[in-house]
């Protein structure tokens, strides 16, 4: 079964920044999407960043121009730079990867938790 491993979360200053990583049990490639989610007490899961397996990216809005996603195929590992940090960043932030065959089907990581003060 795929794994997901999530880690580089923290505590950090507003204005700072962190560099969160997703490592796969499995390539890359064999995902049609993967990104990064969040999850503050009492909210949603929210999309934060992602890409598609033909290198489309998407953001958040509240997240453009600060963060960006990027990945190393080799190492099977996804990256979520993260700048000017800001208190409402404050989360649980997850990793996920989709694929969409024979069947939609999600998998997670456990979560890394990213507290940002003021």
């Known amino acids: 079964q795929v794994q997901l491993v999530e880690s580089g979360g923290g505590l950090v200053q507003a204005g700072g920044s962190l560099r969160l990583s997703c490592a796969a049990s499995?390539?890359?490639?064999?995902?049609?999407?993967m990104a990064w989610y969040r999850q503050a007490p009492g909210k949603q899961r929210d999309l934060v960043a992602g890409?598609?397996?033909?290198?489309?990216?998407n953001y958040a809005d509240s997240v453009k121009g600060r963060f960006t996603i990027s990945r190393d195929n080799a190492k099977n590992t996804v990256f979520l730079q993260m700048n000017s940090l800001k208190p409402e960043d404050t989360a649980v932030y997850y990793c996920?990867?989709?694929?969409?065959?024979?069947?939609?089907?999600?998998?997670w990581g456990q979560g890394t938790q990213v507290t940002v003060s003021s």
């Open positions: 996920n990867a989709r694929r969409l065959s024979p069947a939609t089907v999600d998998y």
């Open positions: 890409f598609t397996n033909g290198g489309r990216t």
């Open positions: 499995a390539s890359i490639f064999s995902f049609n999407f």
